[in-house]
């Protein structure tokens, strides 16, 4: 049986300190409380407008962390420096709107392919794992392999928000059948984007996926009942759905 891994974003540690401003909470102590919990990885998004992680928050995290970050970012510029600059273990490349909450959507990586080839390759040439945040769909499968990505993140938000039983397993089926042909061609398959206590189990269960990364659900809950217990939990139904995988 296939191992899954747990990374654990905490950007949104980071938004509820800059509600207030100061220093409290400490993105930081999340992830070493995570890292602590289990955790195989650390996910931090920096976005243009540094509305949750901060340029000091990515200083610490790529100082201190002794498990992998996963770096989040668009294709910019200015975050490929920044990139460059600390070398995460893997970035992950995002589409980004100022106006958006949270990230909608995968990235366009088939319309976008000659504009996202230079930081694909910059990327992979300072040993930095490239992966591409995209919807489960074929058609963009085949461009990141085109891109020679490392890894492939299935966008899950359309399984995971909708509250129509049938649509949730049609949208289930296109990840399945995502996640196969992303070993197909040679590619890691990791999901996430919306996967909670109730939706993560189907989508743990899918042996060709070999990461999860969570984030805002693991926050929200951890105001009720602590980091570390969330995080146990959530790992503890993701290793009951991954048990009952037939080798």
Same mark, same amino acid.
């Given at each position: 049986m296939r191992e899954l891994r747990l990374g654990i974003n905490i950007d949104h540690v980071a938004t509820i300190r800059n509600a207030r401003g100061g220093a409290h909470p400490d993105p930081l102590r999340a992830a070493k409380i995570a890292e602590a919990a289990g955790a195989d990885g650390l996910t931090a998004h920096l976005r243009e407008d540094r509305r949750h992680i901060s340029d000091y928050d990515m200083t610490r995290l790529t100082a201190e962390l002794t498990i992998p970050l996963n770096f989040e970012m668009a294709a910019t510029d200015e975050? =490929?420096?920044? $990139? =460059?600059?600390?070398?995460?273990h $893997?970035?992950?490349l995002v589409p980004e709107k100022r106006e958006e909450r949270t990230t909608e959507g995968g990235l366009d990586v088939a319309g976008g392919h000659n504009v996202l080839q230079s930081y694909v390759t910059s990327l992979k040439e300072a040993g930095i794992r490239v992966s591409l945040f995209i919807e489960p769909d074929p058609k963009q499968m085949e461009a990141a392999a085109r891109l020679s990505a490392d890894i492939v993140e299935l966008h899950v938000g359309a399984y995971c928000d909708t509250t129509d039983s049938m649509k949730r397993q049609s949208e289930l089926e296109r990840i399945i059948q995502a996640a196969a042909l992303a070993e197909e061609m040679g590619l890691e398959c990791h999901a996430g984007h919306g996967l909670t206590y109730d939706t993560v189990g189907p989508v743990a269960a899918i042996p060709t996926i070999v990461e999860l990364n969570i984030g805002h659900f693991l926050i929200g809950e951890a105001i009720f009942v602590g980091l570390e217990t969330t995080i146990l939990k959530m790992r503890r139904l993701m290793n009951e759905a991954r048990s009952q995988v037939v080798a």
């Open positions: 975050m =490929l420096e920044i $990139a =460059l600059s600390h070398k995460p $893997a970035s992950c």
